[in-house]
């Protein structure tokens, strides 16, 4: 069959005129674009061991001559890419020899301690050049054929195992919603009983000692029980943002991905019990400080775990269980306070106390579950990455085609990391342009959670709606009603993020919520007097249960789904880590501040003050944030190539300008701008390839 063809990782010193290698696409094809019509340019072999690929450079007579030739290059690749996945694209090419295909495929498995599979990982290797026209293959059994169609008919009927998994990871995500809610309810009793705030003079009145609205100047030490009251709340969030969310890598480097959920559910199955039984506010804040580091930790890897093990074309839908399940985990919490309500000097105490409860069966759970295959992968473990592969995936023929997918581009990326340790690879997510651009876009993402203000309403929902004239039993079920509806409507993102997309939930609800935020403070401008007219009661929940609904269908699902996936293998622990840091950091922030802001801003000043929030965080999106639907996470190169200026050009000057003919002036010509695609040259100046440079003969190895 002749010498195997071989992938060398690209150099970034190579001299102009010199032989350089480059990094594989796909199935192992170097990513330079074909010669232009020169005189002596050499066309590319189609046989192995050996790709000649022609020299670009010398051939141009000028950078505008260069640009032109780029752009028919693009345009004819984009033409010969018609009818195929785009995400089967990487680094620019996808070889069409089936024979080195096939060769790459069995050296694979003879020299990762599958050979016993290398008829299996040749077939694969076809399979995973073109994977939408696998019926052309004659090698492919009919139990194979079968297989292959019903992951394409039948997206949804995945294994019982991977289904399985995805609950268990929803479990991690409860845990942080149902402490959210815990802590909510305490804030109307705990403050009392450690005397950091005075006892409001009646049940039913307005606790202007909690949450005053304008009026007198408060005391120094009730203003400094508010600030106390914040550092509690934010205790958690801060303590996950430094160090908790910086733990997760090694953590995940040591034990693994199952490893280090196992390590932080034991300590969020421990904390909330320890501030049941505090006895004063610094026990309680130390015990929040520790279970702070477990959130964080913890919050930076299941999303993560979730986005390895899940299938391309369903990803988005799986990953946003994390949300689904958050929101879940804080309608139990809501569900519990009610419970314990009547049970008067221990109320807190159970609030607080209850958020074990997902904590224990993710703890059990976890490690039935199979690690993740990319984990393995870069332990050089392949069997068992095929094994864990086998557990998720409907046939042996997908299991084998994913993993030599993953495999031959991570080695790709591997090879632009070259070893880095820790620090260096949280530097690439700063310093190579293309992981820049998806840690901006992934921290804009985050950051925009806490900008919309949603989580003023999940610390803060019992003491806003006290303040706006209900009772404590009142509040809370209020508050229970908000964790329904943010639980039920991010249910039907399941089924619009895959299609929808994740760009576009974003930009369509943010408006929305802007609107609601405006709506909740304005309605305290309603004059309420108790035992006179209610009517504000009913309008300020209106808006908060309006604001919940337009965000649990947009940012809710979004959110951690965008940051677990946009980042290549070898710093996904880094950014996924940074974009965490980041959402926690301001959580805490707003945990600290809200208490105080109410007092100084009164509470039509702070809803206001985040309705500004939410309308620069809509900017940022739309300036920011690519759409990520469809493309999986090894081939998202091409989508952060693109350099930010061009992006932000291409979305103020040619889509706003179709949007507003077409959807609002409702212009039924008006034409849409054809798609934003990164060239030769932006992946060149984005880390994904080098400058284009002449290209000389290069060996290719899978």
């Known amino acids: 069959m002749g010498p195997t063809p071989r992938l060398r990782p690209p150099s970034r010193a190579t001299p102009k005129g010199a032989a350089r290698d480059v990094s594989g696409a796909r199935t192992g094809v170097p990513p330079g674009p074909p010669a232009p019509p020169a005189a002596g340019a050499t066309d590319i072999s189609p046989s192995p061991p050996r790709i000649r690929l022609p020299r670009l450079a010398s051939t141009m007579k000028s950078d505008k001559q260069e640009d032109q030739y780029i752009e028919q290059y693009d345009d004819a690749k984009a033409d010969a890419m018609a009818g195929r996945r785009g995400s089967h694209m990487v680094g620019g090419m996808i070889i069409e020899n089936p024979l080195q295909v096939a060769v790459m495929g069995r050296k694979f498995a003879a020299t990762h301690d599958l050979a016993e599979k290398e008829d299996l990982f040749e077939r694969a290797a076809l399979v995973a050049r073109d994977p939408d026209n696998f019926q052309s293959l004659t090698c492919l059994s009919p139990e194979e054929q079968n297989q292959l169609a019903f992951e394409r008919d039948h997206k ?27 802590s909510n309810g305490a804030n109307l009793s705990f403050p009392v009983e450690f005397g950091l705030l005075p006892p409001p003079a009646t049940e039913g009145a307005q606790r202007r000692d909690l949450l005053p609205r304008a009026g007198p100047a408060k005391g120094a030490g009730q203003s400094r029980g508010d600030w106390i009251v914040g550092v509690i709340n934010a205790a958690p969030y801060l303590a996950g943002a430094i160090p908790g969310v910086w733990l997760s890598d090694p953590l995940n480097h040591w034990f693994g991905r199952r490893g280090e959920i196992f390590i932080t559910a034991v300590i969020l199955v421990a904390t909330p019990i320890g501030s049941g039984f505090s006895q004063t506010w610094y026990q309680l804040l130390a015990i929040r400080l520790v279970m702070g580091i477990g959130m964080g930790a913890k919050a930076a890897t299941v999303a993560v775990y979730s986005a390895e093990l899940a299938p391309t074309r369903i990803r988005g839908a799986l ?18 306070n009610c419970v314990v309500m009547n049970v008067k000097d221990i109320a807190w105490r159970l609030q607080l106390g209850s958020a074990f409860i997902p904590a224990l069966p993710l703890a059990c759970f976890i490690y039935l579950c199979p690690e993740s295959p990319r984990w393995y992968m870069k332990k050089g473990k392949y069997r068992k990455a095929l094994h864990s592969y086998e557990r998720i995936r409907n046939g042996e023929i ?8 993953s495999y031959v581009l991570y080695m790709e990326e591997l090879a632009e990391a070259r070893g880095a340790g820790y620090f260096a690879r949280l530097r690439d997510c700063f310093a190579v342009p293309r992981i820049r651009r998806a840690t901006v876009g992934a921290s804009v993402v985050m950051l925009a959670q806490q900008m919309c203000g949603i989580n003023i309403i999940s610390f803060y929902s019992s003491t806003v709606f006290v303040e706006s004239g209900f009772s404590d039993k009142q509040a809370l079920y209020a508050s229970l009603g908000f964790g329904a509806l943010n639980f039920t409507f991010a249910i039907p993102a399941l089924f619009t993020i895959d299609t929808f997309g994740r760009r576009s939930l974003l930009l369509s609800t943010f408006p929305f919520m802007i609107i609601t935020l405006l709506g909740t403070g304005l309605s305290f401008l309603i004059p309420y007097h108790e035992g006179g007219s209610k009517a504000r ?18 940012e809710g699902p979004v959110c951690f789904l965008y940051g677990a996936e946009v980042f290549p293998t070898v710093q996904r622990e880094q950014g996924m880590a940074f974009a965490v840091f980041v959402n926690m950091l301001f959580a805490g922030v707003l945990g600290l501040t809200f208490p105080a802001m109410k ?13 500004g929030l939410c309308a620069i ?15 999986s996470l090894e081939e998202l190169d091409d989508v952060f190539s693109v350099p930010s200026g061009r992006f932000i050009s291409y979305q103020t000057k040619q889509w ?7 959807r609002l002036l409702c212009i039924s010509r008006a034409q849409p701008p054809p798609p934003l695609r990164a060239n030769y040259r932006d992946r060149a100046k984005s880390g994904v390839l080098e400058e284009p440079v002449d290209i000389a003969e290069v060996d290719v190895k899978a």
Do not use: H, N
Request: aromatic share 22%; hydrophobic share 55%.
């Open 156 to 182: 949804w009927r995945v294994p019982k195992m991977l289904v399985f998994t995805m609950f268990v990871c929803a479990l991690g995500a409860a845990v942080q919603g149902w402490d959210q809610t815990g």
């Open 319 to 336: 990953t946003m269980g994390w949300q689904l399940y958050v929101c879940f985990g804080i309608f139990l919490g809501f569900a519990a």
């Open 398 to 405: 997908i299991a084998a085609r994913d993993l030599y997918y």
């Open 537 to 554: 009661l009913g309008v300020v929940a209106t808006f908060i249960y309006l604001f919940t609904c337009f965000y649990s269908v947009g």
């Open 599 to 611: 007092t100084a801003m009164t509470p039509l000043g702070a809803f206001c003050f985040y309705a």
């Open 617 to 631: 965080a809509f900017v940022l999106i739309f300036l920011f944030v690519p759409e990520t639907k469809g493309i």
């Open 656 to 662: 706003l300008p179709y949007f507003v003919k077409r």
